[in-house]
């Protein structure tokens, strides 16, 4: 039986040629060009041969002479061709004409020199980027990484690099941003990405990197030295991601998850000047023993407060109310006690003792103990503090020893505004020795009695000193025999005209324009006695 043969080897000199014409694998040219039967189809052959090596053997090896040296002549015409093409690459002043010479060259050392000179010196940034496509010595296209100016030909070198220690370098070094966190994000080696966590000059490709560490040791060393704390907190963030999510994923791949020793936590949350580093440092532990250390020794509060939040136990809580140095460290932990004898005893502490008055305002706002709030009421330096004790008050007759005894007259308004004793306000409104009058106008306010409080108001009109009062307390008044008395003969003009202005009974009005000290005091009086309908003449002295 005869055995295959290609049709390029037909004895059929016609169907062997159109054979050859129809091959465009170079392979199979060379085959056709050696082992043909036809020396015609042979010649036909190596005419469409452009593989120098091939052509080269031919011209050597060749058993037919005619053929041979039509590969000699394809040779030499080859040769100069690749002069020509050598010479544009080289010295032509246009990167696009430079390339299009450069993909014919057959000299790829070559080849690559102008590649490597197109990439980082053409005129364009999309021929550069053509020609960083092309490339493939390492070294040049991590130099075009980091400092190409244009970020299509950045991204084009990264692209095309796989050396984990150059993509490093480029993610350490790289002159511009995109560059350093795309060579990031193509890093899979844990000590690659190590060191560009630890060591890279720019802080978003390193927390990239972070992101990707699984090597808790190399993370807790980043959280607890480093001197970004924007690098701190990726690092303890990414150890909360590994601790809550990835321990099945550890288990599938049958890989270990070393655990971080949690006292290295636990110095984190006391010592680091960042506020979510130490949160998430203090998220991280779940030993009840290590959170109490923490919200009894740390020095900043939030990381105390984060401890006690994720405390239960009673006996831990109280002693941290009762011993941190923090007055609202106290009062967090306080809060969470069930037993609310022991709370009012930390509140009270508090009150008595903490030197910040924003914590001992707290602290009233949940005391109890009407008798320590007298205290506070009688002997808070801050203003503020003694006024939030005194509202804190319901009891009625240490209100009253509040009116009567305290010194602080900013308390007094106060504590009458919380009584409701009718009798206690009477006696507070009719002392005009021994109290303000703003407390005895609050007080006739709240009295059901309102012709004690009408007197009140008379009295204080005409005996007080403050005009601002006295206006307050007219204003109050109803009774127009009081206000005519008033708008006739107070010593004060503006006093007089305030009487006239709450005047409505014509009589009253009709005494006053006739009698009244005040010119003005009469002229208003008539003005409204005119208008209330009132037609008879009044005479004006």
Same mark, same amino acid.
């Given at each position: 039986m005869r055995s295959y043969r290609p049709v390029w080897d037909s004895e059929n000199e016609k169907k062997a040629l159109k054979a050859v014409e129809r091959l465009k694998d170079e392979a199979k040219l060379a085959r056709a060009a050696k082992e043909a039967r036809n020396w015609y189809v042979r010649k036909a052959a190596v005419k469409k041969l452009t593989d120098i090596n091939v052509l080269t053997d031919i011209a050597k090896n060749g058993e037919n002479h005619s053929v041979s040296m039509m590969a000699i002549e394809i040779l030499s015409k080859q040769t100069l061709v690749q002069r020509v093409y050598a010479d544009i690459a080289i010295n032509s002043k246009h990167s696009d004409v430079r390339m299009d010479a450069t993909k014919k060259l057959i000299d790829q050392s070559l080849a690559q020199k102008v590649y490597a000179d197109i990439a980082k010196n053409g005129e364009d940034w999309l021929?550069?980027?053509?020609?960083?496509?092309?490339? *493939? &010595?390492?070294?040049?296209?991590?130099?075009?990484?980091?400092?190409?100016?244009?970020?299509?030909?950045?991204?084009?070198?990264v692209k095309k690099m796989a050396s984990q220690s150059a993509l490093a370098d480029i993610a350490k070094n790289a002159k511009y941003g995109n560059s350093h966190t795309y060579a990031v994000l193509k890093l899979t080696d844990q000590n690659a990405l190590a060191d560009v966590a630890?060591?890279?000059? +720019?802080? +978003?490709?390193? =927390?990239?990197?972070?992101?990707?560490?699984?090597?808790?040791?190399?993370?807790?060393?980043? #959280?607890?030295?480093?001197?970004?704390?924007?690098?701190?907190?990726?690092?303890?963030?990414?150890?909360?991601?590994?601790?809550? +999510?990835?321990?099945?994923?550890?288990?599938?791949?049958?890989?270990?998850?070393?655990?971080?020793?949690? +006292?290295?936590?636990?110095?984190?949350?006391?010592?680091?000047?960042?506020?979510?580093?130490?949160?998430?440092?203090?998220?991280?532990? *779940?030993?009840?023993?290590?959170?109490?250390?923490? #919200?009894?020794?740390? &020095?900043?509060?939030? #990381?105390?407060?984060?401890?006690?939040?994720?405390? *239960?136990?009673?006996?831990?809580?109280?002693?941290?109310?009762?011993?941190?140095?923090?007055?609202?460290?106290?009062?967090?932990?306080?809060?969470?006690?069930?037993? =609310?004898?022991l709370a009012q005893e930390v509140y009270i502490d508090i009150v008595k003792s903490d030197k910040y008055w924003k914590d001992r305002k707290e602290a009233i706002g949940k005391l109890t103990n009407q008798d320590i709030l007298l205290e506070v009421a009688k002997n808070d330096e801050y203003s503020n503090i003694r006024i939030a004790a005194v509202k804190k008050m319901t009891d009625q007759c240490l209100l009253l020893e509040v009116v009567k005894s305290i010194e602080y007259s900013d308390v007094h308004c106060v504590a009458v505004e919380k009584l409701t004793d009718q009798n206690v306000l009477a006696e507070i409104a009719k002392n005009s020795e021994d109290s303000n009058s703003d407390v005895r106008m609050i007080a006739a306010g709240k009295l059901n009695d309102q012709t004690l409080a009408q007197e009140v108001y008379a009295d204080i009109a005409k005996r007080d000193s403050y005009l601002e009062i006295r206006l307050e307390a007219v204003r109050k008044l109803t009774v127009q025999d009081i206000l005519a008395d008033i708008a006739k003969n107070d010593k004060n003009c503006c006093v007089c005209m305030e009487a006239v202005e709450m005047l409505t009974d014509p009589n009253a009005l009709a005494d006053v324009a006739k009698n009244a000290k005040y010119r003005n005091a009469r002229l208003e009086a008539a003005k409204k006695f005119i208008k209330n309908g009132k037609t008879r003449r009044v005479k004006y002295e």
């Open positions: 021929t550069r980027k053509l020609a960083t496509n092309e490339l *493939t &010595v390492v070294n040049i296209v991590a130099d075009i990484a980091k400092n190409d100016e244009s970020w299509d030909v950045r991204m084009t070198a630890k060591n890279g000059k +720019y802080n +978003y490709a390193r =927390q990239t990197a972070i992101e990707a560490l699984i090597d808790q040791n190399v993370l807790i060393d980043i #959280a607890e030295n480093d001197a970004d704390e924007d690098i701190r907190k990726a690092a303890v963030g990414r150890l909360k991601t590994i601790d809550r +999510y990835m321990p099945s994923e550890f288990a599938r791949k049958g890989t270990d998850n070393v655990q971080v020793d949690p +006292y290295r936590f636990v110095e984190i949350a006391k010592r680091d000047e960042h506020a979510d580093v130490r949160k998430i440092a203090v998220e991280m532990l *779940t030993d009840r023993y290590l959170l109490f250390d923490i #919200a009894v020794n740390s &020095v900043f509060t939030d #990381a105390c407060i984060k401890a006690i939040e994720m405390l *239960t136990d009673q006996n831990l809580l109280f002693e941290i109310a009762k011993n941190s140095i923090h007055g609202e460290v106290c009062m967090k932990a306080a809060e969470k006690l069930t037993n =609310q004898t």
